[in-house]
T-cell receptor, first 116, second 113 residues
Framework: SAVISQKPSRDICQRGTSLTIQCQVDSQVTMMFWYRQQPGQSLTLIATANQGSEATYESGFVIDKFPISRPNLTFSTLTVSNMSPEDSSIYLC?????????????FGPGTRLTVL | GEDVEQSLFLSVREGDSSVINCTYTDSSSTYLYWYKQEPGAGLQLLTYIFSNMDMKQDQRLTVLLNKKDKHLSLRIADTQTGDSAIYFCAESLNSNSGYALNFGKGTSLLVTP
């Protein structure tokens, strides 16, 4: 398994400000993912973060709004920029751990963001 | 991705079996997953099934896969109050995103004494 921690666990922010969320993994992984879970909704993939290259964003998400860093194989950050109340969500990072039999995705505990 | 469909709510009595259904979208998905999310907690992988399997049993959990209809189900035998949670079905996305997941909206399972 993989142990994933996220900071902060929760935050309340004012509109127009930015928040950077950190994700730390206890072992080296190639692929890290950032998801958003809006209230009462499912998880939506924001982007895939590979070390040494720019993140790949899904439709509806752009780098200016959600810049991502991946400086090494155990760490990534997601910034939520110029926040509005619509950005209130749980943000989760996940990692893919492959084995001979299948690829498992492990999720961090999430960062609960409230934008006022 | 397109929508993975799940019923939103299910209520069962303790000791009964629960069956949660899911319809997925991508016939090329290699793996299909069931995740559990308890209130205020992160996502926990419950079980998965490889796309060339019809059934997988893991203690109280039974996963059935009908690839022709793109239908996945999770059966929980002898459901306990501790099983109350939201259950997410997810399919693997075979794309530039590697093995990122496309989730359903989740089924909220309530187990009553």
């Amino acid at each position: 398994s993989a142990v994933i921690s996220q900071k902060p666990s929760r935050d309340i922010c004012q509109r127009g400000t930015s928040l950077t969320i950190q994700c730390q993994v206890d072992s080296q992984v190639t692929m890290m993912f950032w998801y958003r879970q809006q209230p009462g909704q499912s998880l939506t993939l924001i982007a895939t973060a590979n070390q040494g290259s720019e993140a790949t964003y899904e439709s509806g998400f752009v780098i200016d709004k959600f810049p991502i860093s991946r400086p090494n194989l155990t760490f990534s950050t997601l910034t939520v920029s110029n926040m509005s109340p619509e950005d209130s969500s749980i943000y989760l990072c996940s990692v893919e751990r492959g084995s001979l039999t299948y690829n498992e995705q492990f999720f961090g505990p999430g960062t609960r963001l409230t934008v006022l | 991705g397109e929508d993975v469909e799940q019923s939103l709510f299910l209520s069962v009595r303790e000791g009964d079996s629960s069956v949660i259904n899911c319809t997925y979208t991508d016939s090329s998905s290699t793996y299909l997953y069931w995740y559990k999310q308890e209130p205020g907690a992160g996502l926990q992988l419950l079980t998965y099934i490889f796309s060339n399997m019809d059934m997988k049993q893991d203690q109280r959990l039974t996963v059935l896969l009908n690839k022709k209809d793109k239908h996945l189900s999770l059966r929980i035998a002898d459901t306990q109050t501790g099983d109350s949670a939201i259950y997410f079905c997810a399919e693997s996305l075979n794309s530039n995103s590697g093995y990122a997941l496309n989730f359903g909206k989740g089924t909220s399972l309530l187990v009553t004494p």
